[in-house]
C-alpha cells in the first residue's frame, strides 16, 4: 500500500492531495503529489547518506501528524527502517525503559515535540503531554523549521535515495497502555500493517478524485493511495463544521468527541477509537449522512469489525453490537469471556516479548448467532456487588437516550467493603434533568439485578487523544458527589 500510495503521489504532480483549513473553514492547500514525493526523496537520502541508516534500524520520530510526517513514514518504509513513534502521551519513564528494547539510530523531531522535552516541559504535563529529554534517547536532528535551542536540522544530501528495500521486518513500534494498566509497544511488520491498510481500502472503498476528511493515519494512507483528495480535521468543532460545510467530502472519520457537536454531515461517516454508541450514529444520519459507521480497531489491530447504523439501533439485547468481523479476522473467546482476535493485520509480538498471532483485547464480549461481536465491556472495569460480578458495557448502551451525551457506569468503595454502582450521565446541552430522569427510569429498572445504587447527572471526564470516558475519575468524582449528598436515587 505504501508503494502504491508513492506512484500515486508521483502520479499525481501539481494535483493538491493533502488540505488543511482556515479559520472560516476554506480549504489550504498543504501539500501536492510531487512535492510530498520530493520530500519523501529528500529525507530517504538524507538518512541514508548523511546519517547511515541501514534497514533494520529504528528510526525515533516525534513529528505532529501532516505531510511532514508522512513523507517521514514513506522515507523510512521505503529504507527499510523501523519507526518508533515518540507519543508524548505514553510518558517519558515508559518511552526510556521500552526503547531500550530498540534503541533508535536517529531520532526525527519538529520543534514543538523538542519543546515538549524541553523549556514547555511544565506547561505540556498540564495537558498529560511528556517526552523525556530526546538527545539522552539517541542523536537528535530537527525536521521542519528549527527555533533557538532546537538541534541540528537533518540537512540535504545532493544524491538519490537508495533503491527501495524490498522485504518484509519491523515497521512501526506505537506505544499503548495496550490490554493491561502496564503500557506496552505494539510491533507491526510490513506485512501487518499493509494488511491493515488493506482492510480499511476495502471497508471504506475511497475513490479517485473524491475528498476525505481524516487525519489518522490508516485512514490517510488507503484514501491518498487510491487517488483520493485527504483533509485534515480542524481541531475547533466550530471551525470543523465550517470545513465540512464548504468540502461536503464523500467520506469522513471521526472519532465520537469530534462528531458529537457537529449539526451538518455528508456522504458515509465512520467513527472509532472509542465508544460509539447507537444514538451518536443516528444523529449522525439525522444530521445528513448517508451511512454511518462504528468501527472497532485496536493498535494490535485495525480494523477489526464494523456495524452500520441501522444493524446498531436494531440490536435490543444487552451489550454493545460491534458488527460482523472484517475479512480475514478470526475469533475465539477464552474462558473468561474475553474476546481474542487474530487476523494478517494483527501486530507481529509486543516489543522485547514473542510473537503471538492472538491479539488479547481486554474486552469481554459475546458472539451472537450471526457470528457478530457483541461487546460486554473491559474486564478491568468489572464492578463486584453483593458477589455478583457486573459489566458495565453490558448496560450502558441502554442508557444513550436520545438527550444523553455520555453515560457510565462506575463502581465506588462502600464502606462495608462491597462496591456501590453508580450512573454518572452527561445531558446533552439544553437537555431538561427533570425529563431526563423520568426518561431513565425505564432502562435503569430493566437492568434488574445490575440497577445502579444511584443516578447522577454531571459531566463525563475524558481521557487520551481520543477523549475516551475516563472510568478511574468519574468513579473519583461520583463518590465526592455523594459524599457531599449530591445524588439522586436511581428508582
Not at 19 to 38: I, N, W
Not at 100 to 128: E, K, S
Not at 377 to 388: F, P, S, T
Request: charged letters at 25%.
Amino acid at each position: 500500500m505504501l508503494d502504491q500510495l508513492d506512484r500515486t503521489l508521483r502520479d499525481a504532480g501539481s494535483r493538491p492531495v493533502l488540505l488543511g483549513t482556515t479559520r472560516g473553514g476554506a480549504p489550504r492547500v498543504l501539500a501536492r503529489g510531487a512535492e510530498l514525493a520530493d520530500a519523501t526523496d529528500q529525507l530517504a537520502a538524507a538518512l541514508h547518506h548523511r546519517h547511515g541508516l541501514r534497514p533494520g534500524d529504528t528510526l525515533g520520530v516525534a513529528v505532529r501528524p501532516g505531510p511532514r510526517g508522512l513523507a517521514v513514514l514513506l522515507a523510512a518504509h521505503r529504507l527499510g527502517l523501523r519507526v518508533a513513534v515518540l507519543d508524548p502521551g505514553a510518558g517519558p519513564d515508559v518511552l526510556r525503559s521500552r526503547l531500550a528494547l530498540a534503541p533508535p539510530a536517529l531520532i526525527l523531531a519538529d520543534a514543538a515535540a523538542q519543546a515538549v522535552a524541553g523549556w514547555a516541559r511544565p506547561l505540556a504535563r498540564r495537558a498529560r503531554l511528556e517526552l523525556p529529554p530526546l538527545h539522552a534517547l539517541a542523536p537528535v536532528a530537527t525536521i521542519g523549521p528549527r527555533h533557538p535551542g532546537c538541534a541540528r536540522t537533518l540537512g540535504d544530501h545532493p544524491g538519490p535515495p537508495p533503491a527501495p528495500y524490498d522485504g518484509d521486518g519491523d515497521a512501526v513500534i506505537v506505544f499503548t497502555s495496550g490490554t493491561t494498566s502496564a503500557p506496552r509497544a505494539v510491533v507491526h511488520t510490513r506485512a501487518s500493517l499493509d494488511a491493515g491498510m488493506r482492510a480499511v481500502d476495502a471497508l471504506v472503498r475511497p475513490r479517485p478524485g473524491r475528498t476525505v476528511l481524516g487525519g489518522t493515519t490508516f485512514v490517510l494512507i488507503p484514501a491518498l493511495a487510491a487517488g483520493a483528495t485527504v483533509a485534515l480535521p480542524a481541531r475547533r468543532s466550530r471551525v470543523l463544521q465550517r470545513q465540512i460545510d464548504r468540502l461536503a467530502p464523500d467520506e469522513t472519520y471521526l472519532t465520537p468527541p469530534q462528531l458529537r457537536p457537529l449539526t451538518h454531515l455528508t456522504g458515509r461517516i465512520w467513527t472509532g477509537s472509542a465508544p460509539a454508541d447507537a444514538a451518536l450514529l443516528r444523529r449522525a444520519k439525522n444530521a445528513g449522512a448517508t451511512e454511518a459507521w462504528g468501527v472497532y480497531a485496536l493498535t494490535e489491530l485495525f480494523p477489526a469489525a464494523a456495524v452500520e447504523e441501522s444493524d446498531k439501533h436494531a440490536h435490543h439485547g444487552p451489550g454493545d453490537l460491534l458488527g460482523h468481523p472484517l475479512p480475514g479476522v478470526r475469533t475465539r473467546l477464552a474462558d473468561d469471556g474475553e474476546l481474542l482476535l487474530a487476523a494478517p493485520a494483527a501486530r507481529d509480538r509486543y516489543l522485547g516479548e514473542d510473537p503471538d498471532p492472538w491479539v488479547r483485547t481486554g474486552d469481554r464480549a459475546t458472539l451472537d448467532p450471526r457470528g457478530r461481536i457483541v461487546l460486554a465491556g473491559r474486564l478491568k472495569d468489572m464492578v463486584l456487588r453483593r458477589a455478583e460480578n457486573i459489566y458495565p458495557g453490558l448496560y450502558e448502551p441502554s442508557l444513550h437516550l436520545p438527550d444523553v451525551e455520555l453515560a457510565v457506569l462506575v463502581g465506588i468503595p462502600d464502606p462495608d467493603g462491597d462496591e456501590r454502582l453508580i450512573a454518572l450521565v452527561q445531558p446533552r446541552p439544553g437537555a431538561d434533568p427533570h425529563r431526563l430522569r423520568t426518561a431513565l427510569r425505564d432502562p435503569l429498572a430493566r437492568m434488574g439485578s445490575a440497577r445502579p445504587d444511584a443516578l447522577l447527572l454531571g459531566p463525563v471526564p475524558l481521557t487520551g487523544r481520543s477523549r475516551k470516558p475516563d472510568r478511574a475519575a468519574a468513579a473519583r468524582y461520583c463518590a465526592s458527589r455523594l459524599a457531599n449528598g449530591r445524588a439522586g436515587r436511581a428508582r
